[in-house]
DNA sequence: CGGCCCCTTGAGCTGGTTCAAGAGATGTGG
DNA sequence: CCACATCTCTTGAACCAGCTCAAGGGGCCG
């Protein structure tokens, strides 16, 4: 059932199918969730571990002029937040973007598991440090790169990471986000997000429509975001 | 010897004063680093773990177009890179900014740690954590601070990190960072970091000359920008 | 049917960039 | 010990990428 987030799990070869199937049974019973609901807040006390199984989310963070900044946007098999372990404050808020299926890991189970797999430890810090390269990929994005490279740029990891869990082929992918959700994950207003779009849609490069990304020429799409997904730590599958 | 970093071990009060020890032992002679040589490349295979026992060092990728984004700085006590245990690929390059002087850790070494010392391991993951949240706040700062807010945000990080650290006290700190570094950290470029200082400068709520910055009025400038340290997950120390 | 989002486009503005030039500072070699 | 090169800091002037403000249209839900 939860496809995505065993393909998620054991695509980077680090666990065997008895830590996954251990994974899989420690999730209670999934949580379906509309959109736009807070799961954790800025401020609480770290909770459970949180499995997307289906539907986005996103981790931002509010400014007091009310704007707010995206900080990651969450699909079927991420996971969050590892952050319960250790750190006493949520510095965050996350919240569903769709409706959305959500596994929970209780806490102590987690703990549990940790101490008896090594493997499951392991492949944990490995998500971890893959989100933050993510992470700083989104930083070199905000930093340096202009808004047309930086729209790309995005679709560019969003398609490969749809990609790795079985969610996108052939330059298709199920991309139910506003363009206000886009601006605010790339540092932009919705205003300039859909001229920008519009520039993309116009060279014949890729078109964002009704939440669904159609990737016309991704070889020119990469070409203009000076994509280089390495920093994903997977290759991009041909076409499942 | 190795002040700074016992400090910011020792600091969240994970560890006990044998596991310091541990650690301590477990670096090997400290190396002695001219400023602007790059300690890891991207693209290197994960080496050691560094700790900056003095100096400055950042993290940073360089973009096609020869523009650079600092995704970190990193001070003394400041430790990288974990990534050696499970990535396969640096991401991106490590540099000293000022001489410094570094020790490391060996793979091998640490790992033992690792395994023999629980309370290690969680350290290490509070450290990461930490950075992560770090990192978070400097893309919120990109992607929705004017450059005033900006710049104020950045300062306040330091010294408050300084400060936990017994590097900055009394408002003073030695910052021996460009402002071509700056502007590199900030997303901007150095013109627009010098016009921005001067302006802080000239309402008298900090200067930055000569490599040392002097914080005449904290509260302003906490005020400005915006600035909420919880995300360094320490408090700031009164004067020690 | 009405209200609420979201998308779309236009027009004008502005924060930050680019380009340029001079002034210290520091270091190096003759 | 001076001459020269290099680097950073500083400031001015002009430009432009992305923002703000505004208005109209479409889709969806109650």
Redesign the interface.
């Known amino acids: 059932m939860p496809d995505a987030f065993i393909k998620k799990l054991s695509g980077h070869g680090l666990l065997s199918q008895e830590d996954v199937a251990l994974l899989v049974a420690a999730c209670g019973r999934p949580n379906d969730i509309p959109a736009g609901r807070d799961l954790i807040r800025e401020g609480d006390r770290p909770g459970p571990l949180f499995v997307i199984l289906e539907g986005w989310a996103c ?1 931002y ?1 509010l ?3 009310g ?3 995206i ?1 990651a946007l969450l699909m079927p098999g991420d996971i969050f937040d ?2 319960a ?5 949520m ?2 808020t996350i919240a569903t973007l769709t409706s959305a299926r959500v596994a929970m890991i209780p806490r102590e189970r987690l703990e549990g598991l940790i101490e008896a797999r090594p493997a499951i430890t ?1 492949a944990f ?2 998500t ?6 993510t ?6 994005s ?4 202009d808004t047309l490279q930086r729209v790309a740029h995005l679709m560019c990891e969003l398609y490969v990471r749809a990609s790795n869990i079985g969610l996108a082929k052939d330059g298709r992918l199920d991309l139910p986000l506003t363009q206000i959700v886009l601006g ?1 994950a ?2 932009l207003t919705s205003v300039h997000v859909n001229r920008v779009l519009r520039k993309l849609r116009m060279s014949g490069i890729m078109e964002l429509t009704a939440g669904s990304l159609t990737i016309a020429d991704l070889d020119k799409l990469v070409a203009v975001a ?1 994509f280089d997904g ?2 994903l ?1 997977r290759r991009l599958r041909r076409a499942a």
Chains 1, 2 share one sequence.
Not at 142 to 145: F, N, S
Request: proline share 2%; charged share 35%.
């Open positions: 981790r963070k400014l007091p002029e704007t707010r900044q900080t590892l952050h372990f250790v750190l006493d404050r510095e965050h392991r810090l490995w971890q440090l893959v989100d933050e390269d992470l700083r990929a989104w930083l070199v905000l930093g340096r790169r605010d790339l540092g000076g390495t920093y730590h």
